[in-house]
Nanobody
Framework: QVQLVESGGGLVQAGGSLRLSCAASGSIASINAMGWYRQAPGKQRELVAAGTSSGSTNYAGSLKGRFTISRDNAKNTVYLQMNSLKPEDTAVYYC??????????????????WGQGTLVTVSS
């Protein structure tokens, strides 16, 4: 019953901005890491940005300075603020989470989930 729900994708003009959201719902004890990946047409899936439970973050080198990842721990939600968008940013963006969830009382397990993907299209 644990799942990731993404929102915020759409069509935007070059130079514009979008904010993606990914909410983890269900019985969650803690979050090890949450992040965003993207896959452009004909390309391999690549890391966009991710953050760990320790607070460290990492970005794709070409995106740092335009994209910002943040998290609301109370809502189990991660955001991706995308500014100065370029046509080459067009891709399906996927949320990824590594979670700690209860299996039985006092027993926990790691669970990795992917969101369904949200399409971002940047027109020139």
């Amino acid at each position: 019953q644990v799942q990731l729900v993404e929102s915020g994708g759409g069509l935007v003009q070059a130079g514009g901005s979008l904010r993606l959201s990914c909410a983890a719902s269900g019985s969650i004890a803690s979050i090890n890491a949450m992040g965003w990946y993207r896959q452009a047409p004909g390309k391999q899936r690549e890391l966009v940005a991710a953050g760990t439970s320790s607070g460290s973050t990492n970005y794709a080198g070409s995106l740092k300075g335009r994209f910002t990842i943040s998290r609301d721990n109370a809502k189990n939600t991660v955001y991706l603020q995308m500014n100065s968008l370029k046509p080459e940013d067009t891709a399906v963006y996927y949320c990824n989470a590594n979670l700690v969830v209860p299996a039985t009382p006092g027993i926990y397990r790691n669970l990795e989930l992917w969101g369904q993907g949200t399409l971002v299209t940047v027109s020139s």
